[in-house]
């Protein structure tokens, strides 16, 4: 597991990102082309 923003993924940081700008998962999921399940994770 990640500990710090540093160390995460590119992809990872666009999903932190998303949720920093309070994005809804359902949100989350269609800018990054992924299910709202995988976005709950």
């Known amino acids: ?3 710090s923003p540093a160390d995460l ?3 990872e940081r666009e999903a ?3 949720l920093l700008e ?3 998962n359902k949100e989350i999921a269609s ?3 992924i299910s ?3 976005a709950k994770f």
Do not use: F, G, Q
Request: charged letters at 35%.
């Open 9 to 11: 993924s590119p992809r």
């Open 22 to 24: 309070n994005l809804s």
């Open 16 to 18: 932190l990102d998303a």
């Open 31 to 33: 800018r990054l082309h």
């Open 36 to 38: 709202e399940r995988t």
């Open 1 to 3: 597991m990640p500990k």
